[in-house]
């Protein structure tokens, strides 16, 4: 079993930062991709970051250069630094992880989400 645990979100004004994190942990031989997506209420479950286990990273074009994705391997940990944040980032966070377990299976794993509201 594999469980994600994400942290950091809440309620910020705009133009604050916040710091997601997503440690993983249980059965896992190693992480592979570690990414976060968002979603609205009606609305469907976007990309805003993604980091390989080397470090290779891509956003969303409406975060590039306000976000920053890192992960500590030894940890198996991603982070999600937010700055500059805008009314439009608000919505819920979710932790997107693919690991290699301890049986050698690959499997993608999401994290509960968590609310990041910026108000204006």
């Known amino acids: 079993q594999v469980q994600l645990v994400e942290s950091g979100g809440g309620l910020v004004q705009a133009g604050g930062s916040l710091r997601l994190s997503c440690a993983a942990s249980?059965?896992?031989?190693?992480?592979?991709?570690m990414g976060w997506y968002r979603q609205n209420t009606g609305k469907q479950r976007e990309l805003v970051a993604r980091?390989?286990?080397?470090?290779?990273?891509n956003y969303a074009d409406s975060v590039k250069d306000r976000f920053t994705i890192s992960r500590d391997n030894a940890k198996n940990t991603g982070y999600l630094q937010m700055n500059s944040l805008k009314p439009e980032d608000t919505a819920v966070y979710y932790c997107?992880?693919?690991?290699?377990?301890?049986?050698?299976?690959?499997?993608?794993?999401w994290g509960q989400g968590t609310q990041v509201t910026v108000s204006s």
């Open positions: 980091i390989g286990r080397g470090g290779s990273t």
């Open positions: 997107n992880v693919g690991v290699v377990t301890t049986t050698y299976l690959v499997s993608d794993y």
């Open positions: 249980g059965t896992i031989f190693s992480t592979i991709h």
